[in-house]
């Protein structure tokens, strides 16, 4: 029940209204019996700081961060957190004492839902597409003792972006490239992420990859793409003998590392997949 102790949290973006966050985090207050309520603040474009004062002045113990605010929103916030820093990024933030800190759990979201299944320690990782959510998981495998990591993408430039970065920050050699590169690379590959919204609803016939032929038995291959939680690339992967990790994975852990900041308890990952199984089914 609401009552006028309950706790508010939230997420801000635009577009917002379709966030499948305030199912899988009310599934898990609910589960646990913690009086938070969590709700989706349609917040337009350019109005990142009115929302870091509204949370002051609203009192809202926590908000997720959603395009198109994730970047921009940096220079409002009081306190930013290491690996947010480091990713140039925030896609969750806590206000404590009056002040609000930032944090980006996109990496460590991903990174759990790897260590699930294997370990991540030598591993070779490709990761497809040079975006904000590959930016984050990059930076994050960057410092988890993997062997080595690649990130192809359709603009070798932006590829290349985030390996100059990781590499000035963190030291780390990072390979970048086109998607060309892919039939060379993946036959050393443990594991193959695409952070690409290639495959995603409606275009559920299309994959990242030009053919299926290279995919083989000793890859994890991890889809962002959540809806539908079975992609072309999943598919196919499970039929060419790989491990697949659905997006939906992603999207939990993500939350659950938001859950965990905001609440201080481990959040109850099985509940919130799901209660989001349920809806997008
Ligand atoms: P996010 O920030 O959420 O990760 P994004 O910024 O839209 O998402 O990034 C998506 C990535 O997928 C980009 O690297 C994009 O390639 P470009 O850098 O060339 O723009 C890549 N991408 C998007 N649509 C694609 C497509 N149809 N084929 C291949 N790559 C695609």
Same mark, same amino acid.
């Given at each position: 029940m609401i009552t006028g102790k309950t706790n508010v949290v939230g997420v801000i973006g635009d577009p917002v209204e379709h966030s499948l966050s305030p199912i899988m985090h009310n599934a898990a207050f609910n589960h646990l019996k913690l009086d938070y309520v969590y709700v989706a603040f349609h917040v337009k474009k350019g109005m990142a700081k009115e929302a870091i004062e509204a949370m002051k002045t609203f009192n809202i113990k926590g908000l997720n961060v959603t395009i198109p605010h994730k970047v921009r929103i940096l220079k409002y916030i009081d306190e930013i957190d290491e690996t947010a820093k480091l990713i140039g990024a925030v896609n969750t933030l806590k206000l404590e004492k009056g002040k609000v800190w930032g944090f980006n759990t996109d990496g460590i979201g991903c990174v759990r839902a790897l260590e699930e299944v294997t370990n991540l320690k030598g591993k070779n990782v490709i990761i497809l597409g040079a975006g904000g959510a590959s930016r984050a998981i990059t930076f994050q495998l960057a410092s988890s003792n993997v062997g080595s990591l690649h990130i192809l993408n359709r603009t070798?430039?932006?590829?290349? %972006?985030?390996?100059?970065?990781? %590499?000035? %920050? +963190?030291?780390?050699?990072?390979?970048?490239? *086109?998607?060309?590169? +892919?039939?060379?690379?993946?036959?050393?590959?443990?594991? =193959?992420?695409? #952070? $690409?919204? !290639?495959?995603?609803?409606?275009?559920?016939?299309?994959?990242?990859?030009? $053919?299926?032929?290279? =995919?083989?038995?000793?890859?994890? !291959? %991890?889809? +962002?793409?959540?809806?539908?939680?079975? #992609?072309?690339? =999943?598919?196919?992967?499970?039929?060419? *003998?790989?491990? $697949?990790? /659905?997006?939906?994975?992603?999207?939990?852990?993500? *939350? @659950?590392? /938001?859950?965990?900041?905001? #609440?201080?308890?481990? @959040?109850?990952? /099985?509940?919130?997949?799901?209660?989001?199984l349920k809806t997008i089914r």
């Open positions: 070798p430039e932006n590829a290349k %972006k985030i390996a100059e970065d990781i %590499k000035e %920050k +963190l030291g780390i050699k990072v390979f970048a490239g *086109g998607l060309e590169h +892919l039939k060379e690379k993946i036959g050393d590959a443990d594991i =193959l992420i695409n #952070t $690409t919204p !290639v495959g995603m609803y409606p275009n559920i016939d299309a994959r990242p990859l030009a $053919t299926a032929d290279i =995919l083989h038995e000793n890859l994890i !291959v %991890k889809d +962002l793409v959540y809806n539908p939680p079975q #992609t072309r690339l =999943l598919k196919e992967a499970e039929k060419a *003998g790989a491990k $697949t990790i /659905s997006g939906i994975k992603m999207l939990v852990y993500q *939350g @659950a590392e /938001s859950f965990k900041i905001w #609440t201080g308890k481990e @959040a109850p990952t /099985s509940i919130m997949e799901k209660a989001i």
